[in-house]
């Protein structure tokens, strides 16, 4: 019997770069579309600068542009097949449709690929591309090349003026009577800055906890709790995206883990806590104890399954230790960040518990919920926290679990000014 060995594809040698100078994009699919103008060449060193900060670029070229620059060039500095012409495949809707990507940039922008964006044209794979995206509302974001002459034709400035509260532009350089598209540099600022890159948190070394834990009664039957780790995912996606370096200490929750983070999966308690103090060994700038640690975990684990013929069984709990109140025992002066989650209380109760937890921890900040809400349990995809530090207290309203990540983000960012 011949066995066939499974060939693992290898990844295209360009992505080597990927995440080279940063983490922000990571994990965001960026379609670039090249428009035929002879600033093409520069679309290479722009989709290069983008994966280094570690987005995944793929290229649309317009007929044009093939004549200019051969379409393995494209695919060379990207390591993605390049696409020159639509097919029974529908890469246009691949590409735009609804979610599909995160952002669409043209760069080098034409007047003629402006005006058929303008006016619904689609008759190249460029403007078939934009047609999509701009009706599946993903960002465009448009970097304009041409003679002045054409940049003042009032046609031109009718079609920018359609656009410009539907689309972003980035404006032209008028150099030697052509307003040539910004620098690939500048392109990659803007992009940062549109996915939350952030001065305050850029390479800062944050280490987070999420998710929840498992204690075993048994090989078979354990203690948990219903967390997902969906709050604490999306804040460390936030915090990547400023440019900080997140090490994420993660319980089995329901959340695909964040990418760009250095994961480390646990499972008990104990693990984590082991983990972090080993972690911790190194310096952070920031701690963030989102984890849904279980509070009560069984004196004695049995190492066999306990046999199920009684009628009632005592399991003796013992109460887990809090590895918040050990976080500034291990590094003094890290701004530490504590989750408090509670059920049933008034506004002022929760406050109240969380300035107590905030004492007791020698914690920064508490962000503090009430998951025993009617309101909450209907849909948990949303939530409202109330974040808590020595001065004041912030309310973020009901809203999903990804615009309160943005809001703890930034509170974080104001803290450490």
């Known amino acids: 019997m011949v066995v066939k060995k499974k060939i693992k594809k290898k990844d295209h040698p360009s992505l080597d770069i990927v995440s080279s100078h940063g983490v922000e994009l990571t994990g965001k699919k960026i379609v670039l579309c090249v428009a035929g103008s002879v600033a093409a060449y520069k679309a290479i060193e722009l989709a290069r600068l983008l994966m280094r900060h570690g987005a995944d670029v793929k290229c649309v070229t317009s007929n044009a542009v093939t004549k200019l620059i051969q379409p393995e060039y494209?695919?060379?500095?990207?390591?993605?097949?390049?696409?020159?012409?639509?097919?029974?495949?529908?890469?246009?809707?691949?590409?735009?449709?609804?979610?599909?990507?995160?952002?669409?940039?043209?760069?080098?922008?034409?007047?003629?690929?402006?005006g058929k964006l303008a006016n619904g044209i689609d008759d190249t794979p460029v403007s078939t591309v934009l047609t999509v995206g701009f009706g599946s509302k993903i960002p465009i974001l448009m970097c304009l090349a041409m003679h002045v002459s054409m940049y003042e034709n009032s046609a031109v400035k009718k079609n920018i003026k359609f656009l410009k509260n539907k689309i972003q532009f980035l404006s032209p350089k008028m150099i030697e009577g052509k307003a040539k598209s910004p620098e690939p540099e500048d392109v990659l600022e803007n992009v940062l800055k549109k996915f939350g890159s952030s001065s305050l948190?850029?390479?800062?070394?944050?280490?987070?906890?999420?998710?929840?834990?498992?204690?075993?009664?048994?090989?078979?039957?354990?203690?948990?709790?219903?967390?997902?780790?969906?709050?604490?995912?999306?804040?460390?996606?936030?915090?990547?995206?400023?440019?900080?370096?997140?090490?994420?200490?993660?319980?089995?929750?329901?959340?695909?883990?964040?990418?760009?983070?250095?994961?480390?999966?646990?499972?008990?308690?104990?693990?984590?806590?082991?983990?972090?103090k080993s972690e911790l060994k190194k310096k952070f700038d920031i701690v963030i104890m989102a984890a849904a640690i279980v509070d009560y975990i069984p004196t004695v684990q049995s190492k066999k399954k306990i046999k199920s013929f009684k009628s009632t069984m005592n399991i003796s709990l013992k109460k887990a230790p809090k590895i918040i109140d050990e976080i500034k025992k291990y590094q003094k002066n890290v701004f530490l960040v504590g989750f408090k989650a509670e059920t049933n209380l008034t506004k002022s109760q929760l406050i109240k518990s969380a300035e107590k937890k905030l004492r007791e921890s020698s914690a920064d900040m508490i962000i503090a919920n009430d998951i025993g809400l009617i309101r909450y349990k209907k849909n948990p995809q949303n939530n409202q926290v109330i974040i808590v530090d020595s001065k004041k207290n912030f309310v973020s309203g009901w809203m999903n679990k990804e615009k309160i990540a943005k809001i703890i983000r930034k509170q974080i960012e104001v803290k450490i000014k």
């Open 74 to 114: 494209f695919k060379w500095a990207t390591g993605n097949d390049v696409i020159t012409k639509l097919t029974g495949e529908l890469e246009h809707i691949r590409l735009a449709d609804y979610n599909q990507s995160d952002l669409i940039v043209v760069y080098p922008a034409t007047a003629n690929t402006l």
């Open 201 to 276: 948190l850029k390479n800062k070394k944050i280490l987070m906890t999420a998710g929840p834990t498992i204690e075993q009664i048994d090989p078979i039957r354990a203690i948990t709790n219903q967390s997902s780790g969906k709050t604490g995912v999306s804040l460390a996606s936030e915090l990547i995206s400023a440019g900080a370096k997140v090490t994420f200490v993660y319980g089995p929750g329901r959340e695909k883990p964040p990418k760009g983070a250095k994961i480390i999966n646990v499972l008990s308690s104990k693990e984590m806590h082991v983990t972090v």
